[in-house]
């Protein structure tokens, strides 16, 4: 592979970092978590990849004794989404913990964002190496832009979300049931994209179905994700206000007093 081969797969980098920065400008006033906590969690769950790969290498030949679908759904649910996202899950709780815990919702939910692009951010980068020519380079960049990389934003979104609401309004989800979802998210986006390699000749039917539905859920994930922050800023706003209002009022008692 030449240099310039490696310095193609390098621009791989440009989505990850593209979403977060969009992430980010939904809430111009972000005090915490600090950018170099955030980018702490990425940068671990980037280098968590590598024994993932390993654990997912061993697992997939397991699964790829099994007969068709099952091979399929193996494939997509266990050896990349469970085991993925089950990754991030452990950097998120490893590295957020007592006084580096998010201070608010929408910290929260950015370190999950960190999270997931932290691995697809490498994920990208391997996947540009193994291209044979500039078409399928063309070709996989196209699909790991604009659907792999926003469904992992929409799966850590997920997460984080439901972590924010479980942590600072008792939610009845938390980080394992958001684990869980975004295991569903992940493993459904797989299953699609290859079941429009594999399935057999006569169902072209559900050929374009399953690639409807895996156009899909990236798009629907972040438009999903654009509610999400709104209303963790909004219940964020409150809370601030109602801490400002509190401290007028302690103000004003002990200047009464």
Known sequence: MSLSDRLLAITGIIPPFL????????????????????????????????????????????????????ATLAESYLVAATIEECGKFGCLMLLTRGALGPRTRYGAFLYALHASMGFALVENVVAMLKTPDMVAFSTRYFLRAYMTVPMHLAAGGTLGYLWARRRFDRG??????????????????????????????????????????????????????????????????????????????????????
């Open 19 to 70: 979403l977060l920065w969009l992430a980010e400008s939904f809430e111009r006033r972000v005090r915490e978590p600090s950018p170099g906590w955030r980018y702490r969690v990425f940068a671990s769950t980037g280098l968590a990849t590598i024994p993932i790969a390993w654990i997912g290498r061993v697992v997939g030949k397991i699964a790829a004794s099994a007969p068709e679908p099952f």
């Open 172 to 257: 009845a989800i938390g980080l394992a049931g958001g684990t869980a979802l975004a295991i569903a998210i992940h493993g459904t986006f797989n299953a699609s994209l290859l079941a429009v390699e594999r399935l057999p000749d006569g169902q072209e039917e559900l050929r374009v179905a399953s690639a409807a539905l895996a156009l899909a859920i990236p798009i629907a994930g972040l438009l999903l994700l654009r509610v999400f922050a709104g209303r963790l800023r909004a219940a964020d706003h409150k809370d601030g206000a109602a801490r400002e209002e509190q401290g007028r009022r302690a103000r004003a008692a002990s200047l009464e007093s």
